[in-house]
């Protein structure tokens, strides 16, 4: 292509996210984008093509950011070329957004006709304007005969201060409206502007490992162009490779000759060490490189850490390379190698929230064919001895001895709850339980508020959400930010089985809740640790005060008496369920402890855990 061709070919592209509260119809609506742009025939569309892990599919989310580049003959007769880069909706991986967002020069902002403007609304749309995107309003699910459309951009209007008098009205579902989308992203959507003739500069904004590729980076070309055989160097380390292969996904990989400035696609260059790449990295050329890097991203901290155990201790290293690989692509990932006297060794692993490490665990299960133990999810402390020493503590079983400490502070952050008047009180008696104090309220218009609490993030990171949702039956959204830390009255609470303290099983608590929580570990652990052949004694201690105690008692009968000798099918049953239990048991001193004992904390119903 000479010079001139492709600068007509970058006036025809288009970078666009599509931004949404979760469940407004984000993947539906990129599946019906895909469709009528003929990048996937209608017969083989699989629902929701981006959402292309198997576990998203499941799960019904958006986890990881996928760009596809698709072809549109616009009204005016040309062809544009569109870049459509996913997004996650969920407040866990918003993060992951921003980082979506700044490969972009617009993006569709997807209100559900039904729901308003909702929490997760309000932060991704936020970080789309501080990067200056161009948006455009699309009020989806207008099919729905509880669509209220007027309502729904006067909310647009208000609290997010957009013009929506001319937001496309739409419905994913049925195709309704998506031609006037495809129209508006031609025309109210810039083309990129990167100078081709500049030394390269790409934004790695995504990568993954490939065992015959090596690391595959994705990226945003901003200046300049690559093509194969291209010296590259990453300006960060200044490590040099040598272009195997660029690309684009439409939506499987299609080869290319070049990329140039305003392309989004990918690039392989057998990068081998996947340590020497990463996300907001720039890549630049090795023989003309360019003076500064890109603004990369903001550093991201796990605010939710977990020892993660392999069951077979040989599995060690394998956990630790399945690590590396999961965070190429997962920059918010954080891990380091620690012990633990109870499950031998392990990492410490930092997530961005409780769904972020389910997903995380799911996925070294399921691809990388790992038996985890994790422990129960904890938030960092900040904690200063009596002889003015700081320390970051990660794992509760680390809290030094109470009588050296002089305060211990706990992250809190700024949780923003919007939810329908009706349920104001019932979210403030859920938020006071979880030691939340009242910042504001305001009216969002006739029918919503939204509420601020200030609130310690290890009380919101178990389950407030889920029980926000079943006391609001489904109606209010949740969104937060880290507000610093703040000096609390908190005590670990340490476990004994069998006598012997089990480090994996303590935890952090506040005071005023350690003696119910105690209790409540303690009744739930002697459900979950079977019957064995002696007696268990489970204790709950704050120092060498027991607080609480239960009690496993010894097996009676030996499991298959049950089965009357006869009935072959249930012995084998019985039998194979012993041994799927028996995967994820850990022996720990004496005491065979399963997988769900170690999540104990998290599984008593809130009930227990309010006080009610
Ligand atoms: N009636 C109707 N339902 C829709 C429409 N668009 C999406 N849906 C449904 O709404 C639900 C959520 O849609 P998704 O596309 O998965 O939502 P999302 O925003 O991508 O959600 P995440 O990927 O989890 O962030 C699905 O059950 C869709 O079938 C629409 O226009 N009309």
Known sequence: MDHEQMKERQKHIRNFSIVAHIDHGKSTLADRILEMTDT????????????????????????????????????????????????????????????????????????????????????????????????????????????????????????????????????????????????????????????????????????????????????????????????????????????????????????????????????????????????????????????????????????????????????????????????????????????????????????????????????????????????????DYHVELTDGTEKVIQNPSEMPDMSTVKEIQEPYVKAQIMVPNDYVGAVMELAQAKRGEFDTMEYLDKYRVNIVYEMPLSEIIFDFFDDLKSRTKGYASLDYEIDGYRTSDLVKMDILLNGDPVDALSFIVHRDFAYQRGKDVVNQLKKTIPRQQFEIPIQATIGNKIVARATVKAYRKNVLAKCYGGDITRKRKLLEKQKAGKKRMKAVGSVEVPQEAFMAILNMNSEDRTGK
């Open 40 to 379: 996937i025939p209608e017969r083989e569309m699989k629902n929701q093509v981006l959402d292309n892990m198997d576990l998203e599919r499941e799960r019904g989310i958006t986890i990881k950011l996928n760009a596809v580049e698709l072809n549109y003959q616009a009204d005016d007769g040309e062809t544009y070329i569109f870049h459509l880069i996913d997004t996650p909706g969920h407040v866990d991986f918003s993060y992951e957004v921003s980082r979506s967002l700044a490969a972009c020069e617009g993006a569709l902002l997807v209100v559900d006709a039904t729901q308003g403007v909702q929490a997760q609304t309000l932060a991704n749309v936020d970080l789309a304007i501080d990067d200056d995107l161009e948006i455009i309003p699309v009020i989806n699910k207008i099919d729905l005969p509880s669509a209220d459309v007027d309502r729904v951009k006067e909310e647009i209007e208000e609290m997010i201060g957009l013009d929506a008098s001319d937001a496309a009205l739409a419905s994913a579902k049925t195709g309704l409206g998506v031609h006037d989308i495809l129209e508006k992203i031609v025309h109210e959507i810039p083309a990129p502007t990167g100078d081709l003739d500049a030394p390269l500069k790409a934004l790695i904004f995504d990568s993954v490992y490939d065992n015959y590729r090596g690391v595959v980076l994705n990226v945003r070309v901003k200046e300049g162009t690559i093509k194969v055989g291209d010296k590259i160097q990453m300006m960060s380390n200044n490590k040099q490779y040598e272009v195997t292969e660029v690309g684009v996904m439409s939506p499987n990989a299609v080869q290319r000759d070049e990329l140039e400035a305003g392309d989004v696609g990918y690039v392989a260059a057998s990068i081998k060490n996947i340590e020497e790449t990463r996300v907001g990295d720039t890549v630049t050329s090795a023989i003309h490189p360019a003076k500064e890097p890109l603004k990369g991203y903001r550093k991201i901290n796990p605010m939710v850490y977990s020892g993660m155990y392999p069951v077979d201790n040989a599995k060690f290293n394998d956990l630790r390379e399945a690590l590396e690989k999961l965070k190429l692509n997962d920059a918010a990932l954080e891990f380091t190698p620690e012990t633990s006297k109870a499950l031998g060794f392990g990492f410490r692993v930092g997530f961005l929230g409780l769904l972020h490490m389910d997903v995380v665990q799911e996925r070294l299960e399921r691809d990388y064919d790992l038996e985890l133990i994790m422990t129960a999810p904890s938030v």
